[in-house]
């Protein structure tokens, strides 16, 4: 696979696939015929794809996200049909995997901050070295978060996940998930505090859950 894998058509807005089954419908149904859970990567790999390739470029992203959906596909006997959308399910198991290579992710931070570009961070998306180099100070700032506060920052910021899809994801408590983030939010804030664009961007409103941190420099 080079490159995400491309989305293809019959999912819903509402989240419901072309024949109005959810995701678990699809992944109990795929315990009888394997050949349904093809559904889920066709909705959801494009975006665990682009997920994982800001974090560790693309060459990783082609990896971890078939292997995502392996685990998936091993697992799904045992996934909690309680939660109709997968999205935290396979985002908590792509947080899992990004896990084992938090020291390349860091290495990456660390020099995109040093030198305002870097072969894995150029690849998180086509953007021009000047695009990457304005996210020099944004990488740093990142570089400096724990695993844990990262996951719950990024997953937020870049999968546009809610607090409660994130304590899913990561099989934490809400309120842990609350006190990462900010914590995450307070330590980005103080190393980005002479830029007032940064600053301002992060006292984003809770109400927005999912877009707190979504203004063009973290995408």
Do not use: C
């Amino acid at each position: 696979m080079t490159g995400p894998p491309p989305a293809r058509p019959g999912i819903a807005g509402d989240g419901r696939h072309d024949d109005g089954r959810d995701d678990a419908d699809v992944i109990a149904q795929s315990l009888d015929e394997p050949e349904l859970f093809a559904g889920l990567y066709d909705r959801h790999a494009p975006d665990i794809h682009r997920y994982v390739a800001r974090r560790l470029g693309e060459g990783a992203a082609d990896d971890i996200t078939a292997e995502t959906f392996l685990i998936a596909f091993r697992t799904r006997a045992r996934y909690d049909t309680a939660h109709r959308l997968a999205r935290p399910w396979l985002y908590g198991i792509a947080a899992n995997l990004i896990g084992k290579h938090r020291r390349t992710e860091v290495r990456a931070l660390k020099a995109l901050a040093r030198t305002g570009h870097d072969p894995v961070a150029a690849s998180w998306s086509d953007r021009s070295d000047d695009r990457i180099a304005v996210q020099a100070p944004l990488a740093g700032a990142l570089a400096t978060l724990s695993p844990g506060d990262r996951h719950v920052l990024l997953l937020v910021a870049w999968a546009d996940l809610g607090y409660q899809e994130v304590a899913e994801a990561l099989r934490i408590p809400l309120g842990t998930v609350r006190s990462r983030l900010n914590r995450a939010r307070r330590k980005v804030r103080e190393a980005l505090s002479t830029d007032p664009a940064f600053a301002s961007a992060l006292d984003a409103s809770p109400a927005t859950a999912g877009q707190e941190l979504s203004p063009s420099w973290t995408k």
